[in-house]
């Protein structure tokens, strides 16, 4: 601390000012050396897991480690997809998310709206108890919840892996911050004109959600995707596990010494929501600013 | 525009029609979430404060309502059992440790990010990858990085000389080791949302503390923290009642062990769901759920502006 104090009176009194809060002095070279190194440092373990994938696993177990791989192989993600069932681990969990996600976006914009925008009796109390329920944590329901989807049918099924998650208050607590910013004046329009309330929502305020609606689809998607303690008491059969059910599993069983094997699954699960978050993590900063969860 | 006026005016005197329209299509359009969420969230709450009051095992499944009623036998029990003490206290362990470090690490994060001109997005996205990562796939990297030989901390470790210990095998190394992880899993997001809080400082408040000769440690002391208090209150309500849930880091890095020393609240319901007994799980549970909602309260109570704050930092 005494560095940053000392560095600080160095510099000139009256920097002039610019835009952000912050940005009212120079910046230290150093910064910027500490910042990166400390992005390095978090990044690592990344690298570390997509390296060590790569390796035979004779190498893999090598004391002292090898850095860059020797030999550069396929053959972990190989036995993955052939050997093992990952192909289907891979296709369950991108169904489960995928559904997850739709009926996020649909339900919870639908009554983000009419929370927002439209009055009705029991207005409060409704919206009083989805945001009550904003933290309840899974591991209160899943014990009711398996015995509801095991009278019903539906463990062991995507299906029962889904529908707890299809309506979820936080899409509504977004999707009703959203809409509340748009003007009243385009639905008292719209009503002029003699457009039917649910034409109101579906023709006019919807196509304007767009931004909202793609921040709740990514986060609900990486959400989903990355769920663990549901799928893993619904799923009961190998072939309807789920990857992170998957990799947790094969980790504590009978694989949990194939070193090799479990970090290429672990790609298989990190790669594409780091691919997604990457592409379109605008969306998502924007979602934990406006909601400050997630 | 004068129709508009003239529409509005009417509509507030004879409400009757379009209020009545109104209300039928808001209840068309929450009918759908309102039930799933009936069915999926709201009643299996209940349901499970319900089932904490009975015996209620796997045997019970097929007839859920046949169960009898045991009062607070359950709780007793739990309170009584010397394994759920020990799970609470290496629940409890885990907020204490983990909140402070992940909260000091995403605001000295932040304060730097927010003093460089160039790179801030790239260092904000950089910082922020781990969170959206499975804890699943990243509790198996994690454990490869903790082995005892070859992992990559003894390996770094012993370059300076040091033997490095069995990190995940012993019984009081084990659950910091799990902390650690998941401050660098979880640091991301309350640094997106300190920057935030950040940038709803002032500059001016800064610059006259300068003035009156305040150095950048007595500035960041009196100026900065007091302004962030709001923020920095509910990054820590929202990162404990994450780490009060910890769970899949256990059950991957150190089943629990090694001696239960990383079991946890939820890792104890999961494994008395895994033997049968759905009551005495449930019981376990809803006192968990006691927790979350005192520290949700804790949050309601001392912290009502905090939306504002957020949402001004996101609209800069």
Redesign the interface.
Same mark, same amino acid.
């Given at each position: 601390?005494s560095t940053?104090?000392a560095?600080?009176?160095a510099a000139p009194?009256k920097a002039p000012? /610019?835009r952000?809060?912050?940005?009212?002095?120079?910046?230290p070279t150093w910064?910027?050396g500490?910042?990166?190194a400390?992005?390095f440092l978090?990044?690592?373990?990344?690298v570390?897991?997509l390296l060590?994938s790569l390796k035979p696993e004779a190498e893999v177990?090598?004391?002292?480690?090898t850095w860059w791989p020797e030999t550069i192989t396929l053959d972990n993600y190989s036995t993955l997809f052939t050997k093992l069932d990952f192909p289907t681990y891979f296709l369950n969990s991108a169904i489960v998310a995928l559904a997850v996600t739709a009926?996020n976006m649909?339900?919870?914009s639908?009554?983000g709206?009419?929370?927002a925008k439209?009055?009705?009796?029991g207005?409060k109390a409704?919206f009083a108890?989805?945001l009550g329920?904003l933290?309840?944590?899974?591991?209160?329901?899943?014990?009711?919840?398996?015995?509801?989807t095991?009278?019903i049918g539906l463990s062991n099924t995507l299906l029962g892996m889904v529908?707890?998650f299809?309506?979820g208050?936080f899409g509504?607590f977004l999707m009703r911050?959203f809409i509340q910013a748009l003007p009243d004046?385009l639905i008292?329009?719209a009503?002029?004109d003699g457009a039917?309330?649910?034409r109101i929502?579906f023709s006019v305020i919807l196509p304007l959600c767009g931004p909202a609606l793609a921040t709740l689809g990514i986060l609900t998607f990486?959400t989903s995707?990355?769920n663990?303690?549901w799928p893993l008491?619904v799923a009961q059969t190998e072939e309807k596990y789920t990857?992170?059910v998957a990799?947790?599993l094969y980790?504590?069983g009978q694989n949990a010494t194939q070193?090799g094997l479990?970090?290429a699954?672990?790609v298989v699960?990190?790669l594409p929501?780091?691919a997604i978050?990457?592409v379109l993590?605008r969306h998502?900063?924007?979602g934990?600013?406006?909601?400050?969860?997630? | 525009m004068s129709?508009?006026a003239t529409?509005?005016g009417t509509r507030t005197r004879h409400v009757d029609p379009?209020?009545r329209?109104?209300?039928?299509?808001?209840?068309?359009?929450?009918l759908?979430?309102?039930l799933?969420?009936a069915?999926? /969230?709201?009643?299996?709450?209940l349901?499970?404060l319900g089932?904490s009051f009975t015996d209620m095992r796997r045997t019970d499944?097929?007839d859920?309502f046949a169960v009898n009623p045991v009062g607070l036998d359950n709780y007793v029990q739990l309170v009584q059992d010397p394994l759920f003490r020990k799970v609470t206290l290496n629940t409890l362990l885990y907020l204490l440790l983990g909140v402070p470090l992940t909260m000091a690490v995403a605001l000295l994060?932040a304060?730097?990010?927010?003093?460089?001109?160039?790179?801030r997005g790239f260092?904000?996205?950089?910082?922020?990858?781990?969170v959206?990562? /499975?804890?699943?796939?990243?509790?198996?990297?994690?454990?490869?990085?903790y082995r005892d030989?070859?992992?990559?901390f003894n390996?770094i470790l012993?370059w300076v000389g040091i033997d490095g210990p069995g990190w995940l095998d012993s019984t009081t190394l084990a659950l910091p080791s799990l902390v650690l992880m998941a401050v660098?899993r979880n640091f991301g997001?309350l640094m997106?949302?300190f920057l935030?809080g950040?940038?709803?400082?002032?500059?001016e408040v800064?610059?006259a503390a300068?003035v009156d000769g305040a150095?950048?440690?007595s500035r960041f002391r009196h100026v900065t923290l007091p302004m962030l208090r709001p923020t920095l209150l509910?990054g820590a309500v929202?990162t404990g009642?994450g780490y009060?849930?910890f769970?899949?880091e256990a059950?991957?890095m150190t089943?629990g062990g090694p001696l239960d020393s990383t079991r946890s609240?939820?890792y104890f319901?999961?494994d008395q769901?895994g033997f049968g007994n759905?009551g005495y799980?449930?019981a376990a /549970?809803?006192l968990?759920?006691l927790a979350?909602?005192l520290l949700?309260w804790v949050q309601f109570r001392w912290l009502g502006e905090?939306?504002e704050t957020?949402?001004k930092?996101?609209k800069?």
């Open positions: 601390m940053l104090t560095e600080r009176q009194p000012a /610019s952000g809060g912050g940005e009212w002095r120079r910046t910064l910027y500490v910042l990166f400390g992005l978090v990044v690592v373990p990344f570390w897991m060590s177990r090598a004391v002292p480690p009926g649909v339900f919870c639908m009554l709206y009419a929370l439209l009055d009705f009796p207005k409704l108890i989805v329920t933290m309840i944590p899974g591991v209160v329901t899943f014990v009711p919840l398996f015995v509801l095991t009278n529908l707890p299809l309506a208050p509504v911050q004046e008292q329009a009503r002029i039917g309330e649910l929502f990486l995707w990355n663990f303690l008491v990857l992170p990799l947790a980790s504590v070193y479990l970090l699954g672990s699960v990190v929501v780091l978050f990457l993590q998502i900063m924007q934990i600013a406006m909601t400050g969860i997630k | 129709t508009v529409r509005t379009t209020r329209q109104q209300a039928v299509a808001a209840w068309a359009l929450a759908p979430f309102v799933l969420f069915v999926f /969230s709201l009643g299996p709450v349901a499970s089932m499944i097929r859920p994060v304060v730097g990010i927010n003093r460089v001109e160039r790179f260092l904000r996205v950089g910082y922020y990858l781990p959206v990562t /499975s804890i699943v796939a990243v509790s198996v990297v994690w454990k490869f990085l030989n070859g992992g990559l390996t012993g660098w997001t997106v949302i935030a950040l940038q709803t400082i002032p500059q800064n610059e300068e150095s950048g440690w509910f929202i009642l009060l849930q769970f899949e059950f991957v089943k609240a939820t319901t999961f769901f759905y799980a449930a /549970s809803y968990l759920f979350v909602v949700t905090r939306d957020t949402v930092g996101a800069r």
